[in-house]
T-cell receptor
């Protein structure tokens, strides 16, 4: 069974601070997605990483895929209240089902 | 990406009854998935629904409890049968076009159906 360990599960910080969310596994994934979900909505895809060592940036969000494609991180710079939400990582091996991490519930306080 | 709608968006049901949730996509997709998300938790895959074949259920989920239809490439339904309060959850459908170079195995989600069973 592929497992994705996501940490931390809860994070509450002040506006302007930086933070990092981690997603780790003992399995190799061919691709990994990060999603953000807000209350009452479905998860929205933020980014997909497919190459070991790949780094992608989305405004203040930086995503990295580990060299061995077993882990990933999401770094947010100068967090804003609009970043509040549930962040989910999900990995897959080929064209198969996604395996989701437990999620990180992020709260940014003004 | 794809535009995905679900009906109903929410419902309150009595135990012992059944509810059918619809998922409509604005384009043809090969793979559709149904997930359950219990309050404050991550997503758990119920089944994979590919057009033209029987749905494939994950461990802990059975067809009698969660029958699925996939009549064409843009539509699917999930029925939650003989409901109990433990079935209170958000039910989400998602779609995927399969592995593509540079984009991996991306899935796109509907807005979810919030089900409360009394």
């Amino acid at each position: 069974t592929q497992l994705l360990e996501q940490s931390p599960q809860f994070l509450s910080i002040q506006e302007g601070e930086n933070l990092t969310v981690y997603c780790n596994s003992s399995s190799v994934f061919s691709s990994l997605q990060w999603y953000r979900q807000e209350p009452g909505e479905g998860p929205v895809l933020l980014v997909t990483v497919v190459t070991g060592g790949e780094v992608k940036k989305l405004k203040r969000l930086t995503f990295q895929f580990g060299d061995a494609r077993k882990d990933s991180s999401l770094h947010i710079t100068a967090a804003q209240p609009g970043d509040t939400g549930l962040y989910l990582c999900a990995g897959s091996q080929g064209a198969q089902k996604l395996v989701f991490g437990q999620g990180t519930r992020l709260t940014i306080n003004p | 990406s794809a535009v995905i709608s679900q009906k109903p968006s929410r419902d309150i049901c009595q135990r012992g009854t059944s509810l059918t949730i619809q998922c409509q996509v604005d384009s043809q997709v090969t793979m559709m998935f149904w997930y359950r998300q219990q309050p404050g938790q991550s997503l758990t895959l119920i089944a994979t629904a590919n057009q033209g074949s029987e749905a494939t259920y994950e461990s802990g989920f059975v067809i009698d409890k969660f029958p699925i239809s996939r009549p064409n490439l843009t539509f699917s339904t999930l029925t939650v049968s003989n409901m109990s309060p433990e079935d209170s959850s958000i039910y989400l459908c998602s779609v995927a076009r399969g592995w593509t170079s540079g984009r991996g195995n991306e899935q796109f989600f509907g807005p979810g159906t919030r089900l409360t069973v009394l």
